[in-house]
């Protein structure tokens, strides 16, 4: 890339909705460079639940234009990758004193039935005697539902519509922040500072602001706009626990103050608990868990459970900051839409700019449909949508049939041990073939940083998913900081990051 270099499309945020923007519109032909000023997925889209969901307590708000467009989505999203998407099915214990049963199964059928489902099957009740979730729970809970949705490995998610987007021919900036942008003669020239303070300059046809919780401070300063939505700051606290139940069924729960929890299997040997909603005002990239939120997910998981959990029991928490569209008619953070809206700033003759307000995963490809339609617009480009029914890299598996292929692909490299093929299967897709390269056998992979993470992996992290240090890898790229043994985890990552030091980023491989 030479200075000054022009695009059709410059794509601010490395976040699920900038990467799918540049995924889409470098697919329709566009020229596009995006730039993040941290890490892929470094905050909100690594901070979800990490469901493919239809939001079925936004029924109880009336948001059914919002719940039929995330059902609609479901199945797309789960058939275009399914390595890091699954049907998962929820259990919903039924609590007298909080719903009515019939007020469940009158969202429950609306829930079914807003949008076609082949892929999933839809909710009945249960009687939680004689299920196998109603075993972990206080014998008092005699009933229930059980209905469908889905699970999405959110961090990987970002990285394969970035990985996409490159592959169609997009330029990636990663640590490289947008410092200032202004229009002249029918362009936006905007100067980029990379991680080590050094600065470029890229002339653009067009800004995608996708910034996230950073939308309206990127609006306000680098691009010296005002706009006419906002967002509201809600941050959402997880916490991780040793596995609480034996069975592949999520939970939801219902809590006295009207909200919900969700309680999932996590990365095999541990159950995930969230979320909260609180208002946050402090910088996005520090959003932290406190005690208070840590004991209410407690206390909400003890209503339920049998078995007692405590602060002391938390293995790992994670907190995001949700950048939701503001609406000045829900005082409850919970009840704030998690719908989007596009705000386009395009004056007779001057480059367009379109911010992105709000938003949530399910529903990102539709978004990023609608930005690159609008931007298409007004660039008088004919670009017609195309990322309905394609997969997503490693997703191209015949039937979208994970297991078929994990079975092929452990057979055709039965030295791996059973856990680590289906880990890179998981992972990877029909891409984890290029994680092992010319690899033969466990000592090809190289050196162990810890259990089943070899220097192979890394390799293909840092050359490929433009990973440059061990949180990326452990905590985005995968969950394996999960697995190593929490008295040596601060070794682990010393050796990581001390590997990346040794070995600088190549040019992408991919």
Known sequence: MTQGSKYDLLVVGGGINGAGIARDAAGRGLSVLLCEQHDLAAHTSSSSTKLIHGGLRYLEYREFGLVRKALQERETLLRAAPHIMWPLRFVMPHMPNLRPAWLIRAGLFLYDHLAKREMLPGSRGIDMRRHPAGAPLVDSIKRGFVYSDGWVDDARLVVLNVLDAQERGATIHTRTKLVSATRADGEWRAQLQREDGSTFDVRAASIANAAGPWVGALLQGALGRDANHSVRLVKGSHIVTKKLFDHDHAYIFQNPDKRIIFAIPYERDFTLIGTTDIEYRG????????????????????????????????????????????????????AVTRDYQLELDAPTGEAPLLSVFGGKITTFRKLAEQAVDTLAGALRVDARAWTAGVPFPGGDMPGANFERFTAQFAAQHAWLPADLARRYARAYGTRASRVIDAARSLDDLGHAFAPGLHEAELRYLRDVEWARSAQDVLWRRSKLGLHVEPAALAAVTRDIDAWFSREPARQHAA
């Open 283 to 334: 910088d996005p990239s520090q959003v932290a868990i406190d005690g208070n939120e840590t004991q209410y997910l407690c206390d909400s998981i003890n209503r339920y459970f049998k078995q007692q959990i405590a602060p002391r029991d938390v293995r790992w928490t994670y907190s995001g900051v949700r950048p939701l569209l503001e609406d000045e008619n829900a005082d409850n953070p919970s």
